[in-house]
């Protein structure tokens, strides 16, 4: 199937807003003003919904869990 222009080269995985609020201990719309500030990055169902790249989540968990433990955190 094409979309806007382009063939789809991999299927990504996309959370909704409460997945990603639980893997970081956070409330769903924490993540969407995450959302809105920038720091992830939002694609919009066809009904207006928000999901998130599962590839990206994971990247800023991981970035985040590594500043804790370089910075001593627990």
Same mark, same amino acid.
């Given at each position: 199937?094409? #979309? ?6 991999e299927?990504?995985v996309?959370?909704?807003?409460a997945?990603?609020?639980?893997l970081f201990?956070?409330?769903? *719309?924490?993540?969407? #003003?995450?959302? *809105?500030?920038g720091k992830l990055t939002?694609? #919009?169902?066809?009904?207006g919904?928000r #999901?998130? *790249?599962?590839?990206?989540v *994971?990247a800023?968990?991981n ?6 433990t370089m910075?001593?955190?627990?």
């Amino acid at each position: 199937m094409v #979309r806007n222009g382009h063939l789809p080269t991999e299927q990504e995985v996309l959370l909704t807003p409460a997945e990603v609020a639980s893997l970081f201990r956070v409330d769903p *719309k924490t993540v969407t #003003r995450w959302a *809105k500030a920038g720091k992830l990055t939002s694609i #919009r169902t066809l009904g207006g919904h928000r #999901r998130y *790249k599962d590839s990206e989540v *994971k990247a800023l968990l991981n970035n985040i869990s590594g500043n804790k433990t370089m910075n001593g955190g627990a």
